[in-house]
């Protein structure tokens, strides 16, 4: 269809150009469904990540995020894992 699938954070849209005939695309999923995972890593974690939610504000504050830090974020794509080696690289 060519209605957006909106969740909390954000909508995904699966008509044209991120879906045709040459680049078929699967149907949106919720994040729930899917598992969705936000993994910090910090200067205080390097080789570690601590799992974060924006729907648990204690697993916010109770690990190493800092707002007074610079803050980037990685997307992996919809075929990675976010545990992928080439990830934890990128982050050291």
Same mark, same amino acid.
């Given at each position: 269809?060519?209605?957006?699938?909106? @969740?909390?954070? &954000?909508?995904?849209?699966?008509? @044209?150009?991120?879906?045709?005939?040459?680049?078929?695309?699967?149907?949106?999923?919720?994040?729930?469904?899917?598992?969705?995972?936000?993994?910090? /890593?910090?200067?205080?974690?390097?080789?570690? @990540?601590?799992?974060?939610?924006?729907?648990?504000?204690?697993?916010?504050?109770?690990?190493?995020?800092?707002?007074?830090?610079?803050?980037?974020?990685?997307?992996?794509? @919809?075929? &990675?894992?976010?545990?992928?080696?080439? /990830? /934890?690289?990128?982050?050291?």
């Amino acid at each position: 269809g060519d209605e957006p699938k909106c @969740y909390d954070f &954000g909508c995904v849209f699966s008509n @044209y150009p991120y879906f045709s005939l040459t680049r078929p695309s699967i149907p949106a999923q919720s994040p729930e469904s899917i598992n969705t995972q936000f993994l910090l /890593l910090t200067v205080n974690n390097t080789d570690s @990540y601590q799992v974060i939610s924006a729907r648990n504000l204690s697993s916010i504050r109770h690990s190493n995020f800092n707002c007074s830090r610079d803050t980037v974020f990685i997307v992996h794509g @919809y075929t &990675g894992t976010g545990r992928d080696a080439w /990830l /934890l690289t990128m982050c050291q």
